[in-house]
T-cell receptor, first 114, second 115 residues
Framework: NAGVMQNPRHLVRRRGQEARLRCSPMKGHSHVYWYRQLPEEGLKFMVYLQKENIIDESGMPKERFSAEFPKEGPSILRIQQVVRGDSAAYFC????????????FGPGTRLTVT | QQQVKQSPQSLIVQKGGISIINCAYENTAFDYFPWYQQFPGKGPALLIAIRPDVSEKKEGRFTISFNKSAKQFSLHIMDSQPGDSATYFCAARLYYTSGTYKYIFGTGTRLKVLA
């Protein structure tokens, strides 16, 4: 009965490198959400995906950021050419379907850009 | 219109006291209102939630009060304990006619319960 899994838990990247964050939703969940949390701030919605589809990416920066949720495997949030301002905690959450209201969060990946 | 406004930003309560956190919204398309608790270094954990057709929901020491006409809802923590010290987020689910939805979060309240 595993919860939402995220890895790595901590990621350090130098400016200009790529960061790949992975999220495995709870078993049976087909909806995945990514959020960003800056220190001392709230959760900012980034993107909402269902299997093989991006449903809403209105919170995603237009450049350098992309997300996918393939038919098999975890959801990936990819940040290309990272900058110091990308340093934050990135959380993934999953939910089952629209009849199930609850959304469950993973432990997050803390990205530090040096 | 998609905002959820949360207050206060921080709150200090004596052990045994009542902690009250408030949230307000504008969009009547929101159909589900959860509260999350987050400890430092951890992900948010679902605490309690309410649907807009209910005015109050209680689970143990935690109660949500919902005022649909005022578009406000609040979290009450009775008999607050030092272990309740955490950041609390309210949220609202926005349902789209396409059948999809997303969650909008408040900015969080840092609660500290003094022993």
């Amino acid at each position: 009965n595993a919860g939402v899994m995220q890895n790595p838990r901590h990621l350090v990247r130098r400016r200009g490198q790529e960061a790949r964050l992975r999220c495995s939703p709870m078993k049976g969940h087909s909806h995945v959400y990514w959020y960003r949390q800056l220190p001392e701030e709230g959760l900012k919605f980034m993107v909402y995906l269902q299997k093989e589809n991006i449903i809403d990416e209105s919170g995603m920066p237009k450049e350098r950021f992309s997300a996918e949720f393939p038919k098999e495997g975890p959801s990936i949030l990819r940040i290309q050419q990272v900058v110091r301002g990308d340093s934050a905690a990135y959380f993934c959450a999953s939910s089952q379907d629209r009849a199930r209201y609850e959304q469950y969060f993973g432990p997050g990946t803390r990205l530090t850009v040096t | 219109q998609q905002q959820v406004k949360q207050s206060p930003q921080s709150l200090i309560v004596q052990k045994g006291g009542i902690s009250i956190i408030n949230c307000a919204y504008e969009n009547t398309a929101f159909d589900y209102f959860p509260w999350y608790q987050q400890f430092p270094g951890k992900g948010p954990a679902l605490l309690i939630a309410i649907r807009p057709d209910v005015s109050e929901k209680k689970e143990g020491r935690f109660t949500i009060s919902f005022n649909k006409s005022a578009k406000q809802f609040s979290l009450h923590i009775m008999d607050s304990q030092p272990g309740d010290s955490a950041t609390y987020f309210c949220a609202a689910r926005l349902y789209y006619t396409s059948g999809t939805y997303k969650y909008i979060f408040g900015t969080g309240t840092r609660l500290k319960v003094l022993a």
